[in-house]
T-cell receptor, first 110, second 115 residues
Framework: EDQVTQSPEALRLQEGESSSLNCSYT??????LFWYRQDPGKGPEFLFT???AGEEKEKERLKATLTKKESFLHITAPKPEDSATYLC???????????FGSGTKLNVKP | ETGVTQSPTHLIKTRGQQVTLRCSSQ?????VSWYQQALGQGPQFIFQ???????GRGNFPPRFSGLQFPNYSSELNVNALELDDSALYLC??????????????FGEGSWLTVV
């Protein structure tokens, strides 16, 4: 069965301290891997879509990369406003369904 | 701003009651999916509607049902509410059932508390 595992569950960083979030996945034919940001009490906000191994996408302090088994969300010199839960989702051959991980809760201290 | 709007934003129901949640899709999107997100968990797929027909369902019992209207807006209905139904219900719209990894855009959700 398609599955997504995110690690760590929670991450506390000092402002400016770079780090990476991991998303490991098992899917029957990857159509897309998605990263979302979710603030407390809000719906997920779209960040990136990655389609094939080796692909990279960047947006401000965030960079997402993809291999055949996992994706990383790299955060460079984070700021307190980057604090949120980051969700990873995959879409397989059963394209009408997105499988989400449980998320990584990021807290960036000033 | 995704253009996906949901109502109501918060509601409290009693166990055994029924609830209807509503969603208006992003303009031009013909596919709506509903997700349940329990506290501290990722969203779980409930079902998807494409051009007014159910187009896939997750592991949820039949008391979770839905509708999609000709203007592509949608409803989620839950009968015989249980305490474990307390969650954030998310509506997501996309184009053409999400083919080729089309991005799905979420609304802000409806918080349901069952007491």
């Amino acid at each position: 069965e398609d599955q997504v595992t995110q690690s760590p569950e929670a991450l506390r960083l000092q402002e400016g301290e770079s780090s990476s979030l991991n998303c490991s996945y098992t899917v029957s034919g990857l159509r897309g891997l998605f990263w979302y940001r979710q603030d407390p009490g809000k719906g997920p906000e779209f960040l990136f879509t990655l389609y094939s191994a080796g692909e990279e996408k960047e947006k401000e302090r965030l960079k997402a990369t993809l291999t055949k088994k996992e994706s990383f969300l790299h955060i460079t010199a984070p700021k307190p406003e980057d604090s949120a839960t980051y969700l990873c989702a995959v879409q397989g051959y059963n394209f009408n369904k997105f499988y989400f991980g449980s998320g990584t809760k990021l807290n960036v201290k000033p | 701003e995704t253009g996906v709007t949901q109502s109501p934003t918060h509601l409290i129901k009693t166990r055994g009651q029924q609830v209807t949640l509503r969603c208006s899709s992003q303009s031009g999107h013909n596919t709506v999916s509903w997700y349940q997100q329990a506290l501290g968990q990722g969203p779980q797929f409930i079902f998807q509607y494409y051009r007014e027909e159910e187009n896939g369902r997750g592991n949820f019992p039949p008391r979770f049902s839905g509708l999609q209207f000709p203007n592509y807006s949608s409803e989620l209905n839950v009968n015989a509410l249980e305490l474990d139904d307390s969650a954030l219900y998310l509506c997501a719209s996309s184009l053409d059932r999400g083919h080729s990894g089309n991005t799905i855009y979420f609304g802000e959700g409806s918080w349901l508390t069952v007491v």
